[in-house]
């Protein structure tokens, strides 16, 4: 990527993030790879909570993106891989923001944030799960610096899901 990657700031979400989270992701292009639509409000409250305690016990969660003026785009960050298919005992990057906010470098300055908080806090590798015909994921795991290690079929559909690698 030759230009420059826009400002962002990670934090812990907060109880008022899960509420921005379910609006920003109730859009079906932001979903398309995350089955399809945003789930319910409850959902987004316990994965906040979840968050909060992974932040707390592990240094690290999925933290709330925000721009520079404070508006919340998404999250990014890592987490054990909740699965019981795909890289299991592993620890998982990942990303989502609101399609408004697409294209513009937010997603790789928030990974590449996270990446440094990682290592930080001791990480030696992560792995992200890219499903098949993400490409725009595709290529934030590729500017990261991620290589494509394996497939896994994903369960229900079967689709393949793509695990990239990345020693820290």
Known sequence: MNRALPAVRLRVPTDEDAV???RVFDDPEVMRFHGGRAAELFVYEELTARQRRHDAERGYC???VL???GAVLGFT???PWPGAWGPQGEIEIGWRLGREHWGRG???????ATIRRLREAGVPRVVAMVMAGNERSVAVARRLG???AESFPRPGSGDPAHC????L
């Open 20 to 22: 921005t989270w379910h």
């Open 62 to 64: 999925l933290w709330t």
């Open 67 to 69: 721009d520079e003026e």
């Open 77 to 79: 960050g890592a987490q």
């Open 106 to 112: 937010y997603a790789t300055a928030a990974a590449l």
């Open 146 to 148: 991620m290589e494509r």
């Open 164 to 167: 990239y690698r990345l020693e």
